[in-house]
DNA sequence: CTTGACCTTAGTGTGTACTCTAAGGTTTAT
DNA sequence: ATAAACCTTAGAGTACACACTAAGGTCAAG
């Protein structure tokens, strides 16, 4: 399968196949004659396996990670791959949290504000921001 | 206040002044004859307008144009302001969606892998991985 | 045999918020 | 007088995940 039809199959674009086998995620296995790439349905499936990496939240740099430990599974452990999981689990967990800080603090600044047309010389959210901290501690 | 001082007293370093001067964010009043930078106690409270407004989750270009506003009161709305912590707010609401999807992706995954010291031949993060997707639909 | 749709590479641009470097000028203390 | 500690600028580098461009080669249809 020529890259055109590939990426159509998956819905990515090409840019993203020559970006990921230039970054060692996914190098199809056979070149045509004339230098074209030839992917296979064992692309096809170690693709999915990248995609759906992905939607878990899995950034590139950590599926290169898994993809090394996939082909050489008896080189590693449960443990290396939970480790990962986990990890990458607080990371986004972390993540969460100091969001769910900012949506707090901005439901509160959004909450004081009347919101209408008169002009912002009092607006409170500007107000809030400009006086002695009254959001955090 | 040259930039060295103002900067430990906020807790920034110099460079990150230097870059928001750049980025129009804030523009020491003065230069002294030789050319340095002198910060006044005005440049003081838009610095702390600035990191509050950061710490509450907008960011540089947002409080760019809060800044903006907050120069020119008159010639803007409640209405405008609130929109901005409105629209910040409901941003952040949806990336908390997208996280939390991805946090519990990771927890089904970590909660099926025994985690174990056996090679990862069987782990099942990576064979649900590899097989039709059983974490999303 | 030419047109159009595909493919190739290498390299640059995007957005965010800085950080670092090089090469040099200024100030202060000793 | 000189060393240390500060300051200046312009520009490059970082991380992330691509998107886009130029300049050219290949292939199938009409």
Redesign the interface.
Known sequence: MKIGEFASQLGVSTDTLRYYEKHALLTPSVRTQAGYRDYSQTDL?QMM?IL??K???FSLAEIKE?LQ??FK???????????L??Q??DL??G??AE??R??Q???V??DK?????????N?S??TT??DI?G??Q
Chains 1, 2 share one sequence.
């Open positions: 499936k396996f759906r990496a939607n878990v939240g898994l430990i996939k599974k008896h080189q590693h452990s449960c443990h290396e791959v939970k480790n999981t986990i990458k689990r986004v967990a993540r969460i969001l769910t900012f949506h603090s901005l439901s600044l959004a504000c009347c919101g209408g047309q008169e002009p912002a010389d607006c959210i500007l921001l400009e901290d959001l955090n």
